[in-house]
């Protein structure tokens, strides 16, 4: 039997990654094991219903390749915007009263771009150093919120691309403190472009970094921290997620 009839007979019996790994052993293999009918037979053991196609849209090599396999992880393209082109509006308020209140250029917020101070609780300081990506920025001058006021926090963002701005956090109360690490938290949903219409329940956190707390009842905080751990784990994904905001 010639050696082209034996490969015929032997390449409906392979799997897709054997298959593809014949069309790289030489030209004969190559030229044989392209022949859609092999793919064909692939197709039919995972998605039977394209074999009834009698003229299926795309050759089913090409389907096969495509879609044997669900992609994890897919290549990020650059963000549109930058964090050089962002401003941040950010405020407190205890019992109504205004607690800190400051307008911070993108760039300050970057991770690791401070020094924390001395005195920190050891879980602080590994939760400061970890991989995850979270904006952050010191307080200075440092204030002191006592346990039993109600603090809320609003953060509003403005391009200077576009001269636009978007909510970030409307008015979200601190009503839960990590003690381990030392943090006061509240979150916002984001509120996103008509656009990405089927994008829905992002939560924006922002977090009271503070020193353990004394015996006077008081935390003192010394930085901020605003993080989207629910979708964005890196600064570009972060851009891209500040970018999908309904800017006004």
Same mark, same amino acid.
């Given at each position: 039997?010639?050696?082209?009839?034996?490969?015929?007979?032997?390449?409906?019996? =392979?799997?897709?990654?054997?298959?593809? +790994?014949? !069309?790289?052993?030489?030209?004969?293999?190559?030229?044989?094991?392209?022949?859609?009918?092999?793919?064909?037979? =692939?197709?039919?053991?995972?998605?039977?219903?394209?074999?009834?196609n $009698?003229?299926?849209p795309?050759t089913?090599?090409?389907?096969?390749?495509?879609?044997?396999k669900?992609?994890?992880?897919?290549t990020?393209? &650059? &963000?549109?915007?930058?964090?050089? %082109? =962002?401003?941040?509006?950010i405020?407190?308020w205890?019992?109504?009263?205004?607690?800190?209140?400051?307008v911070?250029?993108?760039?300050a917020?970057?991770?690791?771009?401070?020094?924390? &101070?001395?005195?920190?609780?050891?879980?602080m300081?590994?939760?400061?150093?970890?991989?995850?990506?979270? #904006? !952050?920025?010191?307080?200075?001058?440092?204030?002191s /919120?006592?346990? $039993?006021?109600?603090?809320?926090?609003?953060?509003?963002v403005?391009?200077k691309? !576009?001269?636009?701005?978007?909510? /970030?956090?409307?008015?979200?109360?601190?009503?839960?403190?990590?003690? $381990?690490?030392c943090?006061? =938290?509240?979150?916002?949903? #984001? /509120?996103?472009?008509?656009?990405?219409?089927?994008?829905?329940?992002?939560? +924006?956190?922002?977090?009271?970094?503070?020193?353990? %707390?004394g015996?006077?009842g %008081?935390?003192d905080?010394?930085?901020?921290?605003v993080?989207?751990?629910?979708?964005?784990?890196?600064?570009?994904?972060?851009?891209?997620?500040?970018?999908? #905001?309904?800017?006004?």
């Amino acid at each position: 039997m010639p050696s082209n009839e034996i490969l015929k007979a032997v390449f409906p019996l =392979l799997e897709g990654a054997d298959l593809a +790994a014949c !069309t790289a052993v030489c030209k004969q293999w190559q030229n044989i094991a392209q022949d859609d009918y092999f793919w064909k037979c =692939l197709c039919a053991k995972k998605w039977p219903s394209t074999c009834k196609n $009698s003229a299926p849209p795309i050759t089913y090599h090409k389907l096969f390749k495509t879609f044997y396999k669900r992609e994890i992880n897919r290549t990020l393209l &650059p &963000p549109r915007i930058s964090l050089h %082109d =962002l401003e941040f509006y950010i405020d407190f308020w205890a019992d109504g009263n205004s607690l800190f209140s400051q307008v911070v250029p993108g760039p300050a917020l970057q991770k690791g771009n401070w020094t924390p &101070p001395p005195g920190i609780s050891p879980v602080m300081r590994y939760h400061l150093d970890s991989p995850e990506y979270k #904006l !952050t920025l010191p307080v200075k001058p440092q204030f002191s /919120v006592p346990y $039993s006021q109600t603090v809320t926090a609003s953060v509003l963002v403005a391009r200077k691309d !576009t001269n636009k701005v978007a909510c /970030v956090i409307h008015d979200a109360t601190f009503d839960y403190v990590e003690r $381990s690490s030392c943090r006061k =938290l509240a979150f916002d949903y #984001l /509120v996103l472009s008509p656009a990405y219409p089927f994008v829905s329940g992002i939560r +924006a956190w922002i977090a009271l970094l503070f020193v353990e %707390d004394g015996d006077d009842g %008081d935390i003192d905080v010394f930085g901020i921290e605003v993080d989207f751990c629910d979708a964005a784990n890196s600064e570009e994904e972060v851009l891209w997620l500040l970018d999908m #905001l309904d800017w006004k």
